[in-house]
């Protein structure tokens, strides 16, 4: 059983940074997708940033495009997402998740989506 413990989040004024880590424990997710979605009070879960398992590629939500950085170090067995220029609609609880898939196709979450993590909330304040 996977367990993805994520830390990093808080709360941060409009134009600041954070960088969320997600440590993954009980396999080696080397051979992995990685990646980060985010959801908004009365929101549906979104898409934000994908990475493949040997850093390759990487796939951004168009409104994070220039400002978030995705990054994986399989050492140790962690996914990084850098967050510059922090906006107030950023808000969310962001949760990092695992698939066997690929990058490309976890953006679209549901079947994809092996495993999540519990979440960490991020708020931007203006």
């Known amino acids: 059983q996977v367990q993805l413990v994520e830390s990093g989040g808080g709360l941060v004024q409009t134009g600041g940074s954070l960088r969320l880590s997600c440590a993954a424990s009980?396999?080696?997710?080397?051979?992995?997708?990685m990646g980060w979605f985010r959801q908004a009070p009365g929101k549906e879960r979104e898409f934000v940033a994908t990475i493949s398992w040997n850093g390759g590629s990487t796939y951004y939500q168009d409104s994070v495009k220039g400002r978030f950085t995705i990054s994986r170090d399989n050492a140790k067995n962690t996914v990084y997402l850098q967050m510059n220029s922090l906006k107030p609609e950023d808000t969310a609880v962001y949760y990092c998740a695992v698939s066997d898939t690929s990058a490309r196709a976890m953006r679209a979450m549901g079947g994809a989506i092996d495993y999540w993590g519990q979440g960490t909330q991020v708020t931007v304040s203006s």
């Open positions: 009980g396999r080696t997710l080397s051979t992995y997708a």
